[in-house]
């Protein structure tokens, strides 16, 4: 099974209370809406990768509240699986479409995710 890092920052996981511009956001079949900005590489990623990613987490609101940032610490590493649950509701199932440098910003609601539970 080939490795390959995917390097760069990897923002995502941003879960919203209250309304956002979502102008730019695409909306997945599972109802996650998201946004990937170009790293500028060509270098795909596919199932069996290993992703290596600075990860921020967030809520959004008057007052952005940070719950997980790896800025300046280890970074998080992700392994590129099938997906399984073809309903899940998470950042994941936008893995494979990410190239070298890339960015993911994913905008998950928390009634969704109570409902997905």
């Known amino acids: 099974m080939k490795r390959s890092q995917i390097l760069g920052a990897l923002a995502f996981a941003t879960i ?32 069996g990768d290993v992703l290596k990613m600075h990860v921020i987490q ?13 800025y300046g610490k280890l970074p998080a590493f992700v392994k590129i699986q099938d997906a399984a649950m073809p309903n899940a509701y998470g950042p994941d199932e936008f893995f494979k479409k990410l190239k070298k440098g890339d960015s993911l910003v994913t905008v998950l609601y928390v009634d969704s995710l109570i409902k997905k539970d």
């Open 58 to 70: 967030k809520i959004e609101g008057a007052k952005d509240t940070v719950l997980t940032d790896t």
């Open 16 to 47: 919203g209370f209250a309304a956002c511009n979502n102008a730019d956001y695409q909306t997945s079949a599972s109802g996650v809406k998201y946004k990937i900005i170009d790293g500028g590489s060509k270098d795909s990623s596919k199932v």
